[in-house]
């Protein structure tokens, strides 16, 4: 009797066990159709840029489409918007953007930028790149700054829409160095740089991979970028910081969540198969060239990223005196 009813325990013991170890792995099979990766800007900018070359990636070493869906405007948060209604099923991803740190301190948004959101992985970081159309005048961050000051409120700069980093780094920099421009909001980096190129504005603060194609060809003149150093990409131009405007830094990064409530097990399937196409040299290369630096890391570490970004970015948005339009 004592050994059919120990029998008994060691079987459901197994059982248990088996059970948790089937709920720390993806459902079998998956993916097993096409997986949906939305952005929230336009095609042609950067956030489509780095959203394209990942979902190639990812649809060669898994065999199963990932389909870019690109839905714009308010800075990401229309498409986030969608985004949380989704089935957290695994079949939805979205590409974040510094936009889903800024906009809480910019607009009242109708969902979570924390609790709604499953964070996977950090993709890439990069910096903006101060460029002005080849017919103005300033050849430097100091030209730029004189000219301005003589000419207030009659610079027009270009942004990606509001409260994008495009947008806020033209606004810190106005804020740091005593200069009145006046902004003229796109909807995405790809229409912004398309009437930059025409010559409708003159200055713009363009995400490293959605100008540096521009810049190698001559058609837009670069005076400095963003970040806290110089890029290997552009070694030879200066930061702002060097040229002016001392501990003036802006950096841009771009990542991976799955709605909230995804499966946990599904979320670690895909934070380990980004990582591993992040890792893959065509893909590091074809990043690194356009002037993005792959990242790749744990979905915890991630989650607090994106927690320390919207308390930054509050904090510079209040200084600096930034309102959303």
């Known amino acids: 009797m004592q050994h059919s009813f120990l029998t008994r325990s060691l079987v459901l013991v197994l ?51 990932f389909v870019i869906e690109n839905r714009g405007g308010a800075n990401t948060a229309i498409a986030s918007e969608l985004f949380v209604r989704s089935a957290p099923d695994g079949y939805t991803i979205m590409l974040n953007a510094p936009g889903h740190a800024t906009n809480p301190a910019l607009m009242k948004l109708p969902f979570d930028p924390i609790k709604d959101f499953a964070f996977i992985t950090l993709v890439a970081e990069t910096q903006n790149l101060l460029v002005v159309h080849p017919s103005f005048p300033p050849k430097s961050v100091e030209e730029l700054i004189a000219i301005s000051r003589r000419h207030p409120g009659e610079i027009n700069y270009a942004s990606s829409g509001t409260g994008t980093t495009v947008h806020l780094s033209a606004e810190l920099f106005q804020y740091m160095a005593g200069v009145k421009w006046v902004h003229i909001p796109y909807k995405g980096g790809g229409p912004a740089v398309i009437e930059l190129l025409a010559g409708q504005t003159s200055v713009y603060f363009g995400n490293l991979p959605t100008v540096i194609q521009h810049v190698r060809a001559g058609k837009l003149r670069p005076l400095a970028v963003t970040g806290a150093r110089r890029s290997p990409v552009v070694p030879d131009i200066p930061t702002v910081a060097e040229r002016g405007v001392p501990g003036f830094e802006v950096t841009v990064w771009y990542g991976v ?61 209040e200084a600096a005196g930034i309102k959303g339009e």
């Open 15 to 65: 059982l248990l066990a088996a059970a948790a170890g089937a709920s720390a792995q993806a459902p079998a099979g998956y993916p097993n159709k096409p997986i949906r990766f939305v952005v929230g800007f336009p095609p042609g900018g950067t956030n489509d840029i780095v959203a394209r070359a990942l979902g190639q990636k990812l649809t060669e070493n898994l065999g199963q489409s």
């Open 257 to 317: 969540s799955a709605p909230a409530r995804t499966p946990r097990a599904i979320i670690e399937r895909l934070n380990s198969e980004i990582v591993r196409a992040l890792n893959s040299p065509d893909l590091r290369a074809r990043l690194t060239n356009a002037g993005a630096d792959p990242v790749g890391n744990p979905p915890e570490q991630y989650a607090a990223f994106v927690q320390n970004e919207i308390v930054k970015w509050a904090k510079v948005i």
